[in-house]
């Protein structure tokens, strides 16, 4: 099992920027965010390995950032220039080598981004 902690959500004006951080319990190859709306289906965020390989929903490509510190098992998810639409309950996600990042099977208990107009 894998313990996984997000913080950093909050309220923000259209054209802002947030942080998200997420620490894990133990070492795990996939680490990543996902987000669900009301009403709409959960999506993938963006994604990264251990060796740095990064994966990004076509949304947000060019404004959200994902990083990792593998000596602290933390995720990061730097957010620019968000939007009314990037509102959501964001999810640190997590799983092993063999996996997909689109389905890790370990989660946080999510952390509320609210983007207003």
């Known amino acids: 099992q894998v313990q996984l902690v997000e913080s950093g959500g909050g309220s923000v004006q259209a054209g802002g920027s947030l942080r998200l951080s997420c620490g894990a319990s133990r070492y795990t190859y996939y680490m990543g965010w996902f987000r669900q709306a009301p009403g709409k289906e959960r999506e993938g965020v963006a994604a990264i390995r251990t060796d740095g390989t990064t994966y990004y929903a076509d949304s947000v490509k060019g404004r959200f950032t994902i990083s990792r510190d593998n000596a602290k098992n933390t995720v990061y998810l730097q957010m620019n220039s968000l939007k009314p639409e990037d509102t959501a309950m964001y999810y640190c996600?997590?799983?092993?080598?063999?996996?997909?990042?689109?389905?890790?099977?370990?989660w946080g208990q999510g952390t509320q981004v609210t983007v207003s107009s």
């Open positions: 996600a997590a799983g092993g080598l063999g996996g997909n990042w689109r389905t890790l099977p370990y």
